[in-house]
């Protein structure tokens, strides 16, 4: 069910450029935080917000811009949405700090209800609340762990788990997320992926190359966990052939590996189901969630098989601020929202929208490689003329011209070649429209010739 009457927004769904961007008061803004904020917290473009509401982020300036990021991946449900903000603010008076594991509140408990509700699988399921995916992740690892009593944690080639010493480890690129801040925990292990614009194999061919790897570099009875995004998100929008998942599935639960899915960026309605795993028709033992679960408010979840999330002894997991009253209060309203609005129907309506006005973008322009992607998850894998060749330079310009034309899109890719969408699913096909004509301009006025980054090998 859509909503009954057209969405009203605090903010106009509309791009409107009133400075060069960033303007005045960004930059003001922008030498203060030199001066006061670590460079090691980079940002894609120091434009400076305001408010938001919807699609629309509207800066210190009154730029309004079109977001086709969400912060990557959290607001899928709109920017301060008043559902949202109305739930925080009313628990934020009644009650915001207990420490569930000294004394406990109902939100939580109503949280890890829904989960069990929305999570593949049809059997008996428990969780654990979190802060961060990376923190959702990690207490993954030490659940698998702890119920197989193995060692070992597969990860897959551009995977994206986080960046604490653990997921830092699981995490793919060595530029810039690792470098120089090792040493890493061992027992991590990165296998080849299904990447089909790259290796031009089958699911089932493609999964026979990851057991064997597994096979010949690890031991089967020695793996605890295998860790998979169903679609890998700051990787590149990569999506494993049909079959894939399946078989890796399978293979799992014939050698008693505990199967992950990493639902972190692209769970939550994003790709028109409620966890992305749902399109490769998989259920695995565990699921993780964060990001658009709360609606910009903090919190993370495992979700999965009761026995093994049980594996653990009381009070061999926890955390200070994990599933605290307000942010799952605020979790409470996405849920009814996602349920109320059909944002699910709108992700695919987004889809729809995306593939009508950018999937031909592969033979208008011979530097777009694939246009691929699953609901308001979508991304443009950006190649040197007619190859398959990374093609990085093109992708900072094509950032460059957007965020300076009032749009808001992400990267993402081992190589950095894939312009990256993660809109919010009630994005309007008329801003949708109006992106993409500012990203066509963008790729129209690059004059590099492309630096190729590395040449990639899978
Ligand atoms: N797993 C699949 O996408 C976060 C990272 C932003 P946290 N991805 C965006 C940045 O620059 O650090 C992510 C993810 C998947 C885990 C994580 C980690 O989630 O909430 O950022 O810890």
Request: hydrophobic letters at 40%.
């Amino acid at each position: 069910m859509t909503p009954a009457e057209p969405r009203t927004f605090a903010v106009p769904q509309e791009r409107k450029v009133v400075t060069a961007l960033p303007g005045p008061n960004s930059l003001a803004l922008q030498a203060r935080r030199v001066a006061s904020v670590s460079r090691g917290a980079g940002t894609l473009a120091n434009i400076y917000m305001e408010r938001g509401a919807g699609a629309i982020l509207e800066d210190v300036d009154g730029n309004r811009l079109i977001d086709l990021g969400c912060g990557i991946g959290v607001t899928t449900i709109g920017h301060a949405h008043p559902a949202v903000a109305a739930a925080v603010a009313e628990q934020a008076h009644k009650l915001t700090h207990t420490l569930f594991t000294v004394t406990p509140y109902e939100n939580y408990v109503k949280v890890a209800e829904k989960l069990a509700e929305i999570t593949p699988g049809d059997f008996e399921k428990h969780s654990i609340l979190v802060n961060s995916g990376a923190e959702a992740v990690e207490n993954a690892a030490k659940i698998a762990r702890r119920f197989t009593g193995r060692r070992a944690l597969v990860v897959l080639d551009h995977a994206f788990h986080g960046r604490t010493n653990m997921t830092m480890a699981m995490t793919y690129r060595p530029w810039p997320e690792r470098e120089g801040m090792g040493p890493f925990p061992g027992e991590i292990y990165s296998v080849p992926i299904s990447y089909p614009f790259r290796d031009g194999l089958t699911g089932e061919e493609a999964a026979e190359r990851t057991i064997d790897y597994i096979e010949t570099h690890i031991g089967p009875r020695e793996v605890a966990a295998f860790f998979a995004e169903p679609i890998q998100g700051d990787g590149g929008i990569v999506i494993p052939a049909p079959g894939y998942f399946a078989r890796i599935a399978e293979y799992c639960r014939d050698n008693g590996i505990v199967f992950v899915a990493d639902e972190i960026q692209a769970g939550i309605a994003r790709t028109g189901a409620w966890y992305s795993i749902e399109h490769h028709g998989v259920v695995p033992d565990l699921v993780t969630s964060a990001k658009g679960i709360a609606g910009g408010m903090p919190l993370a979840a495992v979700t999965g098989r009761a026995e093994i999330m049980d594996a653990v002894q009381p009070g061999g997991i926890g955390g200070t601020f994990g599933g605290n009253p307000v942010s799952t209060a605020a979790a409470l309203a996405v849920f009814d929202l996602i349920e109320r609005e059909d944002l699910i129907g709108e992700a695919q309506r987004v889809e729809r929208a995306i593939v009508d006005r950018f999937g031909g973008w592969t033979s208008k322009y011979d530097v777009v490689g694939e246009v691929r992607g699953k609901g308001a998850m979508f991304g443009v894998e950006l190649v040197l003329p007619g190859t398959r060749t990374p093609n990085p330079a093109l992708l900072k310009h094509v950032l460059k011209y957007a965020t300076e034309h009032g749009v808001i899109p992400l990267d993402a890719g081992s190589w950095d070649s894939v312009l990256r969408l993660l809109p919010s699913v009630v994005i309007s096909e008329a801003l949708l429209d109006d992106a993409a004509g500012v990203l066509e301009e963008a790729i129209e006025s690059f004059q590099g010739v492309g630096e190729a980054g590395i040449t990639p090998t899978s």
